[in-house]
Nanobody, 120 residues
Framework: QLQASGGGLVQAGGSLRLSCAAS????????MGWFRQAPGKEREFVAR????????YYADSVKGRFTIPRDNAKSTVYLQMNSLKPEDTAVYYC???????????????WGQGTQVTVSS
């Protein structure tokens, strides 16, 4: 199971850190990703990180503002979001995959989502 937390309401230009704690994932290593879905829009890729943490990849819309560190000792991945914009408002989901991919259908375990709202 994946438990996402840390969402909330923040003003534009502010920061939030999301957390995703993993338990019971039935494989020994996995990449993790963050996605988001705004009302009326499709789920979109935000960022991913490899099992080792040595490889990361970001959507152009968040590059330079978001980072995705992970702590395997805690089975937790984070999404540090800085310089937030109103267009970052969405429900944010974490997910696991055995592939280096940005395609939602290639992620197999998903968290429940956490709401991020950025006011202007």
């Amino acid at each position: 199971q994946l438990q996402a937390s840390g969402g909330g309401l923040v003003q534009a230009g502010g920061s939030l850190r999301l957390s995703c704690a993993a338990s019971g994932v039935p494989r020994s290593s996995y990449a993790m990703g963050w996605f988001r879905q705004a009302p009326g829009k499709e789920r979109e890729f935000v960022a991913r990180i490899s099992w080792s943490g040595g490889s990361t990849y970001y959507a152009d819309s968040v590059k330079g503002r978001f980072t995705i560190p992970r702590d395997n000792a805690k089975s937790t991945v984070y999404l540090q979001m800085n310089s937030l914009k109103p267009e970052d408002t969405a429900v944010y989901y974490c997910a696991t995959t055995q592939w280096q991919t940005i395609e939602p259908f290639e992620y197999d375990f998903w968290g429940q989502g956490t709401q991020v709202t950025v006011s202007s």
